[in-house]
């Protein structure tokens, strides 16, 4: 079945470690994307991808990095320097000028 | 302001109610509008988009587009209780990638 795969689906970690959220699609789609949703903020865009080696920052990227060595692939990082971590992230991937963003089922990280 | 304004409700319907779901916009850029569907812990699947003004009927389920309002809505007719979940109007520009979504409308149909 084609889709996008998030992994783990429920992450918990301690204060101050970095953390990686990994995000696969076998969707053959250029374009991935990092998602953050907080109760009452609906989605907001981290980190976004058109190509193979190449990202943009997108509206909240401070805190958190990501690299695109493989088309299927896009994993996140959130590092120590993130001032509030939990949250439910959500990778999503578009192919080359589709209005259709298709979604991952999430990951949801705790950190305590 | 924020570009894309949604309620967050929460909205609660009886089952068979016409619904009616409102985003609207600041942005005079944005071309693409959609709407998704969101089940509790779930990702968000895509319901319907609209490129510009007008509407678009799948089902139950109109979008309509009103570009020199910057409003769009989405109803859903004899609404049933699965259709409970929260509805994320999304938007984005002719150029780009990228989706403005708004927070979200919680929506319960009791039976």
């Known amino acids: 079945d084609g889709g996008i795969t998030q992994s783990p689906k429920y992450l918990f970690r301690k204060e101050g470690q970095n953390v990686t959220l990994s995000c696969e699609q076998n969707?053959?789609?250029?374009?991935m994307y990092w998602y953050r949703q907080d109760p009452g903020q609906g989605l907001r865009l981290i980190y976004y991808?058109?190509?193979?080696?190449?990202?943009q920052k997108g509206d909240i990227a401070e805190g958190y990095s990501v690299s695109r060595e493989k088309k299927e692939s896009f994993p996140l990082t959130v590092t120590s320097a993130q001032k509030n971590p939990t949250a439910f992230y959500l990778c999503a991937s578009s192919d080359r000028g589709s209005t259709e963003a298709f979604f991952g089922q999430g990951t949801r990280l705790t950190v305590v | 302001q924020k570009e894309v304004e949604q309620d967050p409700g929460p909205l609660s319907v009886p089952e068979g109610a016409i619904v009616s779901l409102n985003c609207t916009y600041s942005n005079s850029a944005f071309q693409y509008f959609m709407w998704y569907r969101q089940y509790s812990r779930k990702g968000p699947e895509l319901l319907m988009y609209t490129y510009s003004s007008g509407n678009k009927e799948d089902g139950r389920f109109t979008a309509q587009v009103d570009k020199s309002s910057k409003y769009i809505s989405l109803f859903i007719r004899d609404s049933q209780p699965s259709d409970s979940a929260t509805y994320l109007c999304a938007m984005r520009q002719n150029s780009g990638y990228a989706l403005n979504f708004g927070k979200g409308t919680s929506l319960l149909v009791t039976p």
């Open positions: 991808s058109q190509i193979v080696n190449d990202f």
């Open positions: 969707l053959n789609h250029d374009a």
